[in-house]
T-cell receptor, first 112, second 114 residues
């Protein structure tokens, strides 16, 4: 089965810099990867989806890349702000209806 | 406003006392699911439902039951709760459960079983 690995340690970034979060997966290449944001005590909120045949996806200050050779997706937040502080979750969907397989998340802290 | 609602938001109970956590969505979604979130383990799927009267086990179904009698509702039932079911629970829904569907999550239910 697919395993999703994220660096679950906190990542501290200075305001204004680019934050880069890593999502590694094992086994076969997942068809899709989704990224979610989760604030303390709240449900995850969808941010971006990238397909295996896409190299890059952007949405405002967010960018996701997908490298099937490295079995890795990178999530970038440019011009980071303290309001971007949250836990970011990477999730795999391989098709079908068995839901998402989540990584444990990376806690991002943007320091003023 | 499109949303997934859960009740209660917080619940403290004792071992063996049956409880139900309700989940409702107003987006006419076919697919609904339940997750639990534990420190160090992340989000894990408990059960999911493709449509009315269609349910199936996720990764950690032991000790839980679900039903889907109406499209909008997907309650999670703990017949005999145990302390290892103390967790943060999330209900989620999407249009069809397809791989490109966005999952919409509820606000969560924090359950403590003493």
């Amino acid at each position: 089965s697919q395993k999703i690995e994220q660096n679950s340690e906190a990542l501290n970034i200075q305001e204004g810099k680019t934050a880069t979060l890593t999502c590694n997966y094992t086994n076969y290449s997942p068809a899709y990867l989704q990224w979610y944001r989760q604030d303390p005590g709240r449900g995850p909120v969808f941010l971006l989806l990238i397909r295996e045949n896409e190299k890059e996806k952007r949405k405002e200050r967010l960018k996701v890349t997908f490298d099937t050779t490295l079995k890795q997706s990178l999530f970038h937040i440019t011009a980071s702000q303290p309001a971007d502080s949250a836990t970011y979750l990477c999730a795999h969907t391989g098709g079908g209806a068995d839901g998402l397989t989540f990584g444990k998340g990376t806690h991002l802290i943007i320091q003023p | 406003e499109a949303q997934v609602t859960q009740n209660p938001r917080y619940l403290i109970t004792v071992t063996g006392k049956k409880l139900t956590v309700t989940c409702s969505q107003n987006m006419n979604h076919e697919y609904m699911s339940w997750y639990r979130q534990d420190p160090g383990l992340g989000l894990r799927q408990i059960y999911y439902s493709m449509n009315v009267e269609v349910t199936d086990k996720g990764d950690v179904p032991e000790g839980y039951k679900v039903s889907r009698k109406e499209k909008r509702n997907f309650p999670l039932i703990l017949e005999s709760p145990s302390p290892n079911q103390t967790s943060l629970y999330f209900c989620a829904s999407s249009y069809t459960g397809g791989s490109t569907d966005t999952q919409y999550f509820g606000p969560g239910t924090r359950l403590t079983v003493l």
